[in-house]
């Protein structure tokens, strides 16, 4: 006991250290840190970024989660959260890395700009258990660290989602507490499941098996690393009614932007 509180006052000691740090730990005895948070938002569309989409309810629906989970997730980062994962503890089904989508659309139309405009609740839930993750093996193009929208290589351990689109948590390592604790620094989608494929790592890294997956970083406040650890995330995009009144979380407004061009328009005469 006295142990552990020592290791928790190094916690708020680290030096450099500006966020207050969460910290949770779980024994054998106790269930695994479940983390959970959501957050609103006010999708703008114009009639124009619509086309880019065979069906404009589909492309609501996805520019509405992509918006949310950025936001969700920069809250969940500010929380700098440690978490001591566990295995098995949590029953299967429970935090499989479901997506769903609740509420019925129903857009209204700015009567200045004629922008389709509506209000999403995106919720987002995970645990910090083995059994519901897994880790990266390895980066595209043999780099040894990510960021934003890079591609990486993972397994997972033994929960596979049903279906995609599917999320995942993404905790490193944090060697200055010791082996068992992970910071959670970013989120990733689950790009393509490889479910014929199993691999297994070295003895040497632990030699854990799973099925290969390759995942895409949404959002991450620190590098990526293989050896990091991933936990599958429960999604769920729900559409506000207009007259919604949110009173916990203001809504923040999402303009979707034409596509960028790389196209450079050169000098009509060479000086």
Avoid at 67 to 96: C, E, R, S, W
Avoid at 146 to 174: F, N
Avoid at 241 to 255: F, L, M, N, S, W
Wanted: one cysteine or more; hydrophobic letters at 45%; aromatic letters at 6%.
């Amino acid at each position: 006991m006295r142990a552990l509180l020592v290791l928790l006052s190094a916690v708020f000691m680290l030096s450099g250290c500006t966020k207050e740090v969460k910290l949770v730990s779980a024994s054998a005895a106790q269930e695994p840190l479940r983390v959970e948070e959501e957050a609103t938002v006010e999708l703008r569309l114009s009639e124009m970024e619509l086309t880019k989409y065979v069906d404009a309810d589909t492309g609501i629906w996805t520019e509405a989660r992509n918006a949310g989970l950025i936001k969700v997730f920069n809250k969940i980062l500010n929380k700098n959260i440690v978490i001591v994962p566990v295995a098995g503890m949590t029953p299967l089904g429970q935090m499989d890395g479901e997506y769903s989508q609740s509420g019925l659309l129903n857009t209204q139309g700015d009567p200045e700009t004629g922008d389709l405009v509506q209000n999403f609740l995106v919720s987002t839930s995970f645990v910090g258990d083995l059994a519901l993750g897994g880790q990266i093996i390895s980066l595209e193009e043999d780099r040894y660290i990510a960021g934003m929208h890079d591609v990486l290589y993972a397994m997972l351990y033994q929960t596979v989602p049903e279906t995609l689109p599917s999320y995942v948590a993404i905790a490193e390592p944090v060697g200055e507490l010791g082996s068992s604790f992970y910071r959670v620094i970013g989120m990733a989608e689950i790009k393509q499941l490889m479910q014929d494929n199993t691999v297994a790592l070295p003895k040497e890294q632990g030699g854990a098996t799973g099925i290969l997956c390759n995942l895409e970083i949404v959002v991450s406040d620190r590098e990526v690393e293989a050896g990091d650890r991933i936990f599958l995330m429960n999604v769920d995009v729900a559409a506000l009614d207009p007259d919604a009144v949110i009173a916990q979380d203001e809504p923040d407004t999402v303009v979707v932007l034409p596509p960028h061009s790389d196209t450079v328009s050169e000098p009509s005469e060479q000086k």
